[in-house]
């Protein structure tokens, strides 16, 4: 596995407000609002999956938020449809998490999209019965 900080994600909205005031005068009111900050973290994980088989590799949330998982690529070939899942790692075992799963091909797209809190995850890349050999596969979970 692989990690490595993307880019800092800022966002921010700032707005002035200015409001004249009846009978001559004139009065401004300023109101800045300002959006959670935080560094938006890309975890990009590889590996490979037999035939009937099935892969799983760890990942860390440190602050719980938004997670978007990808399958950004898998095969050959490149249009197999690959089944993909998010939960818990055990001894040996990733236990999905309740509604954390899918079937997908690969995309630019987040296949998975949910809210964790900060823990311990794993990603699952399974064959849903389609692969006639080896599937190599890329996977990337964005995480703030």
């Known amino acids: 596995m692989t990690r490595s900080t993307a880019f800092g ?9 200015g409001m004249a005031a009846g009978c001559g005068g004139s009065s401004s009111d300023a109101a800045s609002v300002l959006a959670p900050t935080g560094t938006l973290v890309t975890d ?12 799983f590799k760890p990942f860390t949330v440190t602050t719980g938020g938004t997670v978007n998982v990808t399958l950004v690529s898998a095969g050959p070939p490149p249009t197999i449809t690959m089944g993909l899942g998010i ?5 040996g075992t ?7 799963t899918t079937t997908a091909a690969a995309s630019t797209t987040a296949q998975l999209t949910g809210s964790l809190n900060a823990g311990s995850y794993c990603v699952e890349v399974l064959d849903v019965g389609n692969a006639a050999g080896p599937i190599a596969y890329t996977v990337t979970v964005a995480h703030t």
């Not at 990009?44 to 892969?55: E, R, Y």
């Not at 939960?87 to 001894?91: H, I, K, N, R, S």
């Open 44 to 55: 990009t994980i590889s590996g490979t999956v037999q035939p009937g088989g099935v892969d």
């Open 87 to 91: 939960g818990t790692p055990g001894a």
């Open 9 to 17: 994600l800022v966002l921010a909205a700032a707005g002035a407000l």
């Open 94 to 100: 990733c236990a999905l998490l309740s509604g954390a």
